[in-house]
């Protein structure tokens, strides 16, 4: 069986497609949003070159894995309403993560992308287990990762986080080992 591009697709609403170099105004302009970023403010984006380094780590990642990060717009519309799809830990697991405008919010934007996105990683690797890791207040996140069937399988706290006691969440789609569990908690 050949692998197939993964890199333009579609859901019953929206456009997923690889992201380029060009798609940087444009998603600087959601990751500045301070609304965008109310579960994690030290994560809004205050140049636009932390934004190209994203996207030019999600452009890598599409070489090396055949799946990442897709940039995602309404069928049919131009302007981009936010991004996400899978990244590799290690090898070891698929970790599930999106973020869309503060418009785009509330529509089920989220979970219909991370549904698409936790499907075509099992395509790719089902062998990995996929993870969704989140701040404990961000509600609509955990929300979303039921939805799609995950279970918590880890709480502690949010290594790296400048807010000492934030409480990092981690849902699987499976029981992770100790391996795919230190992967989760980096």
Do not use: C
Not at 54 to 72: C, F, L
């Amino acid at each position: 069986m050949t692998a197939r591009d993964l890199s333009a697709e579609e859901t019953a609403r929206l456009d997923l497609r690889r992201p380029t170099l060009e798609d940087v105004p444009a998603l600087f302009e959601i990751l500045s949003d301070p609304r965008v970023w109310t579960h994690l403010p030290s994560g809004r984006h205050t140049d636009p070159e932390w934004t190209a380094r994203s996207v030019e780590n999600w452009i890598a990642a599409w070489r090396t894995d055949g799946i990442g990060t897709w940039v995602v717009r309404e069928r049919g519309a131009e302007p981009i309403i936010g991004y996400g799809g899978v990244s590799d830990l290690g090898g070891i697991a698929w970790n599930l993560g999106y973020r869309f405008a503060a418009t785009a919010q509330g529509h089920g934007f989220a979970t219909e992308l991370s549904r698409h996105a936790l499907d075509r990683a099992r395509e790719v690797a089902p062998e990995r287990a996929v993870i969704a890791y989140l701040l404990e207040h961000n509600t609509a996140s955990a929300a979303v990762a039921r939805k799609l069937g995950l279970h918590l399988v880890d709480r502690g706290p949010d290594a790296g986080n400048p807010d000492p006691e934030a409480i990092r969440l981690v849902f699987a789609d499976r029981d992770l080992d100790d391996a795919e569990l230190r992967a989760a908690r980096r």
